[in-house]
């Protein structure tokens, strides 16, 4: 058996960044990057108003109360074409462009207004409630670095830069093929001998949050005919992930099967709980991940090994960002396997994050997964742990695993 720092890294080390596409505006939101955004006008394009009121000039206003002629007016749509000279001013409105000759604004609360004639009770320095060109962005600035996902206000500020279309990284697509006879999907009959294949479900979910695409190739029965059929539609995927089958039992076929089609397998057997019987490998050009049939095994395989290759085939950094909190409980020492135990945290009344693992931690157990808000991990030959030490969680909600 290999660590699961090794095996991480071997599968990192087997796959390799997306080529990029190029998308709408409106579909980037979630997206990765791919090239900086850069503004193609500058905003505002001209000095603008940045309060309702009187557009004048500082000097004309420096004793006041002064009384000026309103020569015209100026909104946001629609500016005013004249000059503004001594002993005048417009009506100015919230984002309208600066008349020529004006340097500052009087807001209308300062004012007093009969037909054309604006009495200003309060002087304004030049500039004052004046927002100048370029104040957000000129041309040519780079508003969006490349290499993130984008948010909701990164593709704003992209359509506020003009930006029509963007350059991303495509999307991986990760093709699926659950494996066994005694698995049927959810809401299809189920015999006395049979279970319900919850793990493509929660596979799909892990590789949209991560930023793949699921392709899913149906269930394999155990024959070697079947699962190379299904196998088959794997071709042009960029990983084909299989989904039970990896172990030692008799019809445990997928090394076989797909040894016989060209794997190349790179290891099998992770020193870890849950998830030890992991393969990983290439056929062909494409990279293989196989995954244990226990449902608890094979999510938290996605989450420790699917999701980091996912965000490396999409030129993320591919690390998870750990915790650590103080336990609840005792914990009893650990053995030669990295332990990845299902758990729940909380603040305590001292402001300090408190996980409690679950007593029944078996991997066929999805209900405590799903319950779970975080997995505490537990290193090879780790000593016993007492309650209020601190041990390394991984939380579960949120961006870290989009679980």
């Known amino acids: 058996m290999i660590s699961v720092a090794e095996a991480l890294q071997r599968i990192l080390d087997g796959v390799h960044r997306m080529p990029t596409e190029n998308i709408s505006l409106a579909a980037g939101h979630g997206r990765v990057l791919a090239k900086d955004v850069t503004a193609r006008l500058t905003q505002p394009p001209t000095d603008v108003s940045a309060m309702d009121g009187y557009a004048v000039r500082a000097e004309d206003v420096a004793h006041v109360p002064a009384t000026l002629t309103q020569i015209g007016e100026s909104a946001a749509g629609s500016a005013f074409r004249g000059t503004v000279g001594p002993g005048q001013t417009t009506r100015i409105f919230t984002g309208a462009p600066m008349p020529d000759g004006a340097d500052t ?63 991303v990284t495509r ?62 539609g794997a071709r042009g995927a960029d990983m084909l992930v299989t989904l039970g089958g990896a172990s030692v039992g008799d019809h ?92 729940n945290s909380s603040v305590n009344e001292d402001g300090n994050l408190v996980v409690t693992p679950f007593v029944k931690q078996d991997s066929s157990m999805l209900s405590r997964l799903a319950q779970a808000d975080c997995l505490v991990i537990r290193p090879p030959h780790a000593p016993a742990a007492k309650a209020g030490e601190r041990v390394e969680i991984l939380p579960l909600n949120g961006e870290t695993t989009g679980i």
């Not at 309060?122 to 490349?146: H, I, M, N, W």
């Not at 015999?191 to 149906?218: C, R, Y």
Request: charged share 20%; hydrophobic share 45%.
């Open 105 to 167: 604004i009087v807001i209308q609360e300062d004012t007093e207004v009969s037909g054309d004639q604006v009495t200003m009770k309060e002087s304004s320095a030049k500039g004052r409630y004046v927002r100048p060109a370029g104040l957000d962005f000129q041309f040519g600035d780079v508003g969006v670095t490349a290499n993130r996902v984008l948010s909701a206000r990164d593709v704003g500020l992209a359509a506020a830069m003009n930006v029509p279309w963007l350059t």
């Open 171 to 232: 999307r991986p697509r990760i093709a699926l093929l659950a494996t066994g006879d005694e698995i049927v999907r959810p809401g299809e009959p189920v015999g006395p001998n049979q279970i319900i294949s919850s793990n493509t479900i929660a596979l799909m979910g892990l590789i949209k949050a991560a930023g793949g695409e699921a392709i899913d190739l149906g269930i394999a029965s155990d024959d070697e005919d079947s699962l190379r059929a299904l196998a088959s």
């Open 252 to 343: 445990d076929l997928v090394r076989k099967v797909l040894g016989q089609d060209g794997l190349e397998l790179n290891f099998w057997r992770i020193a870890m709980r849950p998830g030890k019987p992991l393969i990983f490998g290439q056929i062909g050009e494409t990279p293989m991940m196989g995954m244990p049939g226990n449902p608890v095994s094979s999510l938290v395989c996605g989450i420790v090994y699917l999701r980091p290759a996912i965000r490396a085939m999409l030129g993320l950094d591919p690390h998870a960002v750990s915790q650590t909190a103080r336990l609840s409980q005792d914990l009893a020492a650990n053995d030669q396997r990295q332990d990845y135990l299902r758990a």
